[in-house]
């Protein structure tokens, strides 16, 4: 029997909410009765996903919102945090996933210093301005003080990649961004915990994995015998933004990833 109501009346921020893993923790904790306020980008071509998007959450019993903001601009975060608060009336935030991310596969010798640059902006500089925002809200600006942080790292962060050279560094910086923030945040009974998901089908790799070979030879890598979907990472992100099945968990790196890295080692 499916658990339910875990999230009920808590409010919720997700950066990248509208597509991939994002999308699917949204629904999750939507479905869990959380409110949720997701930043997207705003662009023409992404509008599809947002449609859907409000169109599946519509008959959820959570209500979901939606602001467009770049998470590179240190601007965003506090904006996205001042949103969730003002749309859903609330005087808190408890639940926070950083989740906006980008990766373009590309030999080590052929990243550009703009590639490199624009990845470590996003994918860490990004994380850093939301966690820190949701941080200053959950511990200064509402009483009590507490919530639940939550990072979306990847299996990147704790292997190469010959293609991810600078995407890799930056996903190891997310969990190590996690731990400090575990460490700083705990006395305000913020926790701070990281998944690590490994190969998950989204817009990011769709690319890549319609090579058949590349495909077989990844899926055969990982014990459970096939790729993650991003409903897999869903479940982990309800049970660490759960009070009640997770209250004593900080600093964890939770690796959603069907069995890969063990069978790596």
Known sequence: ????????????????????????????????????????????????????????????????????????????????????????????????????????????????TDLFSNTVRTNLDGAFYIVQAAAKQMALDQSPPGGSIIGISSISALVGGGEQGHYTPTKAGVLSLMQSAACALGRYNIRANAILPGTVRTQLNEEDLRDEGKRGYMEGRIPLGRLGEPRDVAGPAVFLACEELSGYVTGAQLLVDGGLFVNLQ
């Open 1 to 112: 029997m499916p658990l339910e109501n875990l999230l009920a009346g808590k409010t919720a921020i997700i950066t990248g909410g509208t597509t991939g893993i994002g999308r699917a923790i949204a629904l999750a904790f939507l479905t869990q009765g959380a409110n949720v306020a997701v930043n997207h980008l705003g662009l023409p071509s992404d509008s599809g996903h947002l449609t859907s998007l409000i169109s599946e959450s519509s008959s959820l019993p959570g209500k979901l919102a939606h602001l467009a903001g770049d998470v590179r601009d240190p601007a965003t975060g506090p904006a996205l945090v001042t949103f969730a608060l003002s749309t859903f009336n609330v005087s808190r935030l408890d639940i926070c996933v950083s989740n906006a991310g980008i990766c373009t596969f590309t030999p080590f010798l052929s990243i550009t």
